[in-house]
T-cell receptor
Framework: AQRVTQPEKLLSVFKGAPVELKCNYS??????LFWYVQYSRQRLQLLLR??SRESIKGFTADLNKGETSFHLKKPFAQEEDSAMYYC??????????FGAGTQVVVTP | NAGVTQTPKFQVLKTGQSMTLQCAQD?????MSWYRQDPGMGLRLIHY???????DQGEVPNGYNVSRSTTEDFPLRLLSAAPSQTSVYFC????????????FGPGTRLTVT
């Protein structure tokens, strides 16, 4: 069965410090992985997907099939990065399986 | 272009009552879905639809019904509300099952007493 695990419920970092959100998955097929973000009082929205290999708002995420991980990283956290982050895996039917989420708090 | 809209924003129900959460999108998206968001559990898929007239169950379908009579609307019905259904409910849509991005509504916060 497919599963997405985000081991950290809360991540508190100082502004300017690096931040890494962990995501591990289990899936029998070829995974499609995403990071979604929910800022305070805003809708859940797509942050990035592994296929695009792009950097969005300074965040990057690399799919490591050997370690079945898709960690989200940013070298210098900003206060506006404070939000809830969800890792998600999409199956072949288009359904998304979300992790439990990680709340990021960036303090000045 | 309003995107995905949900009504109501807040609702309080008594145990045993029924109600319908409304979801609509104006982007001509084929794929629509309902999730519930609970602390420590992330978002869990309740029901989804790949087009008008086609619906299927997700991970936690018990106690909920859906229908998709038009492309635009995807209402979620609670048949007999229970306190365990206290949650925040999100509707989402995407162009197709193959589209990589789902667009989410603002959510409905439901409390069942």
């Amino acid at each position: 069965a497919q599963r997405v695990t985000q081991p950290e419920k809360l991540l508190s970092v100082f502004k300017g410090a690096p931040v890494e959100l962990k995501c591990n998955y289990s899936y029998s097929g070829s995974p499609e992985l995403f990071w979604y973000v929910q800022y305070s009082r805003q809708r859940l929205q797509l942050l990035l997907r592994h296929i695009s290999r792009e950097s969005i708002k300074g965040f990057t995420a690399d799919l490591n099939k050997g370690e079945t991980s898709f960690h989200l990283k940013k070298p210098f956290a900003q206060e506006e990065d404070s939000a809830m982050y969800y890792c998600a895996l999409r199956d072949s039917w288009g359904k998304l399986q979300f992790g439990a989420g990680t709340q990021v708090v960036v303090t000045p | 272009n309003a995107g995905v809209t949900q009504t109501p924003k807040f609702q309080v129900l008594k145990t045993g009552q029924s109600m319908t959460l409304q979801c609509a999108q104006d982007m001509n998206h084929e794929y629509m879905s309902w999730y519930r968001q609970d602390p420590g559990m992330g978002l869990r898929l309740i029901h989804y639809s790949v087009g008008a007239g086609i619906t299927d169950q997700g991970e936690v379908p018990n106690g909920y019904n859906v229908s998709r009579s038009t492309t635009e609307d995807f209402p979620l019905r609670l048949l007999s509300a229970a306190p365990s259904q206290t949650s925040v409910y999100f509707c989402a849509s995407s162009y197709s099952t193959g589209a990589y991005e789902q667009y989410f509504g603002p959510g409905t916060r439901l409390t069942v007493t």
